[in-house]
Nanobody
């Protein structure tokens, strides 16, 4: 099992920034991808940004966040962070840390979620 703990969420005014962080613990080996997803009440969980925890370090972003958010990961920790700039009220929702593990098959692990609220 992999345990993921998020931090950094909170209340912020429009146009300001937040930085989300996630640390992994437990059976942490063969992690190949980490990222951030979001899910509003009554809606499906959707990808925000992912990063390949490898030499490539390939990142992927949802179209609506490119240019505003930056994801980074550190396999040695392991941790994943999401720098969120120019936040808008539409960004308000719960953000979840994701870790993908490959060990005789693919396994997905999720954090408990951290609330981001963008409001004046």
């Amino acid at each position: 099992q992999v345990q993921l703990v998020e931090s950094g969420g909170g209340l912020v005014q429009p146009g300001k920034s937040l930085s989300l962080s996630c640390g992994a613990s437990g059976s942490i080996f063969n992690i190949y991808k980490m990222g951030w997803y979001r899910q509003a009440p009554g809606k499906q969980r959707e990808m925000v940004a992912t990063i390949s925890i490898s030499e490539d370090g390939v990142t992927n972003y949802a179209d609506w966040v490119k240019g505003r958010f930056t994801i980074s990961g550190d396999l040695a920790k392991p941790t994943v962070s999401l720098q969120m700039n120019s936040l808008e009220p539409e960004d308000t929702t719960v953000y979840y840390c994701y870790t993908g593990v490959l060990r005789g098959g693919y396994e997905n692990f999720w954090g408990q979620g951290t609330q981001v609220t963008v409001s004046s």
